[in-house]
């Protein structure tokens, strides 16, 4: 089993649609939730940060940490065309480097 | 602020051929990692540097591939021989420190094809 799983998608949604993006865990000790945005042939960008459980709001982005379910949730409100791209969730326990999700690639159609 | 700089960008080599990457980090960053990353699948740490010290290559295949860290700033990661399923994009990211695991910063990534 893998420490991270994460649906591949392919995720294609209208343009202004509300983006649902999640990430399961089998490691309880990961503290650190961060979720990462890749555009083709780019490298991955910070997108938000969680520690431990809770939400987070950024904007038309909001991170969700459910560490009883070992669950975390990317939303993405009003979405845009720009959003397209790979996302990547992230977790540490904190001594570790990041331990990634395979990714979830996400389509916004005008 | 200058982001990683990594090259080439891009790399075909024949298998059992030898290549090497090459990374610069964000000035002052202590930590650099090299991380692989398959197509369809998220990056996989290869190798972590404390400064010129490495902190965990636990998953780096050591019979083939190497990495060092030269002065603390500049990093090489090298395969040799290459195998087929080294094809992929080998990512290098700096961050600032090792309890800090936020404010990593990427590099666009080598993309190695071996044919």
Known sequence: QKEVEQDPGPLSVPEGAIVSLNCTYSNSAFQY????????????????????????????????VDKSSKYISLFIRDSQPSDSATYLCAMSTGRRALTFGSGTRLQVQP | EAGVAQSPRYKIIEKRQSVAFWCNPISGHATLYWYQQILGQGPKLLIQFQNNGVVDDSQLPKDRFSAERLKGVDSTLKIQPAKLEDSAVYLCASGEGRGRVIGYTFGSGTRLTVV
């Open chain 1, 33 to 64: 939730f961060m979720w990462y945005r890749q555009y083709s042939r780019k490298g991955p960008e910070l997108l938000m940060y969680t520690y431990s459980s809770g939400n987070k709001e950024d904007g038309r982005f909001t991170a969700q």
